[in-house]
């Protein structure tokens, strides 16, 4: 089992009102002090394609709860003891009393403009920057792998937060974790995410506590992706190799054609569609040749290699700048890129046995 620190801070009542879900969240997980949470990720297949056992990874959390006031001091506090804090992420949360369900934002805006005056008589009318910085700072969470679909509750996304003490909070602390490069055990930026509370007239405490859970253990584990490669042979017997374009990640490096492999998406499935997207032929799926997890700093990649066989049509570029003809036998001659090499020597020994 994982364990892992959280910092979940909310806020009290304001502007007159009599409570504040984001308050009521606090107090919930104080109380239980730690949370027992399984991951929301599709379950794993073995070389053959076999989906092994569904049960999902637990993740301990132990959760260090602080309730901000609801003004200038409060929307500083995580920013100035962020430098000695140990928390693997920061979840901040805050009530949105125009939200109709749970939201995420996406960023900080550098900016202050209230229609109410905060807890401690703070009204700032006309439009001001927080502090000498850049316009926005997005999320440092990896949220272009954030699961919407597996949540127990419905998000939405948002990269308006507001020009209130909720915007001036994230914003601030996000600024600190860039001044203070704050890292987490993995060594990526620090997560810190901010979610927006509906009020109780749309949404249940129980729901939302368990919500909160789900993300805090999210924000603790890096994203996995399962991605399909097609060791993929000609008509002459020889394989394909591709070279990365200048405009991708990895650019330059050469691998084996495929790609992710979509949700509800078998492997089978995943490179009958890839390959056709990415080189324009119609192949045979022959069987699983190797399977390797690479680990990076902010995902893992989940590789599952097939041999395939082209039966029709001549390979095109359409994704990579360049493809080679290779023969078995040269495999271990060749570049690969990293994530592709560990499986070398067995896709090698497999296909010439």
């Known amino acids: ?201 749309k949404v249940e405490l129980s729901e939302v506590v368990r919500l909160v859970e789900e993300i805090g253990a999210w924000l603790c584990e890096k994203p996995r992706i399962v991605v399909a490669c097609s060791v993929l042979e000609g008509i002459d017997g020889r394989y394909i190799s591709c070279r990365r374009s200048p405009e991708e990640s990895f650019s330059g490096m050469w691998e084996f054609a495929g790609g992710k492999v979509e949700k509800g998406e078998s492997i089978h499935d995943a490179l009958i569609r890839e390959i056709d997207e990415e080189l324009g032929v119609e192949i045979e799926v022959i069987g699983a040749l190797a399977k390797h997890v690479h680990e990076m700093a902010h995902l893992e990649i989940e590789l599952h290699a097939w041999h395939c066989k082209i039966i029709s049509g001549q390979p095109r570029l359409v994704v990579h700048d360049k493809l080679r003809w290779l023969k078995v036998e040269d495999f271990l001659n060749e570049e690969w890129i990293d994530a592709d090499l560990p499986m070398i020597s067995k896709i090698q020994k497999l296909l010439l046995s």
């Not at 308050?23 to 104080?30: G, P, Q, R, T």
């Not at 600190?176 to 995410?193: Q, S, T, V, Y």
Request: net charge negative.
């Open 1 to 201: 089992m994982r364990r892992r620190k959280v910092l979940l801070t909310g806020f009290p009542a304001f502007g007159g009102m009599s409570n504040n879900i984001s308050e009521d969240v606090i107090k919930e997980l104080s109380g239980v002090g730690r949370s027992k949470v399984s991951l929301r990720e599709r379950p794993r297949v073995d070389d053959g394609g076999n989906v092994l056992s569904t049960a999902m990874p637990i993740v301990e959390i132990e959760w260090q709860t602080e309730l901000l006031t609801c003004d200038e001091a409060g929307s500083s506090q995580i920013a100035n003891s962020l430098k000695d804090n140990d928390a693997d992420a920061i979840l901040h949360l805050g009530l949105c009393t125009s939200c109709n369900t749970p939201r995420i934002e996406t960023q900080a805006r550098n900016i202050l403009e209230m229609r109410i005056a905060d807890n401690a008589g703070r009204k700032i009318s006309a439009s001001e920057i927080i502090i000498n910085g850049q316009q926005f700072i997005h999320s440092s969470s990896p949220l272009n792998r954030f699961p919407n679909d597996l949540f127990s509750t419905k998000l939405e996304q948002s990269d308006d937060a507001g020009s209130f003490v909720c915007n001036e909070t994230y914003y601030r602390t996000l600024s600190a974790i860039n001044f203070n490069d704050k890292k987490d055990h993995f060594g990526r930026k620090l997560p810190c995410l901010f979610l927006h509370l509906p009020d109780y007239d």
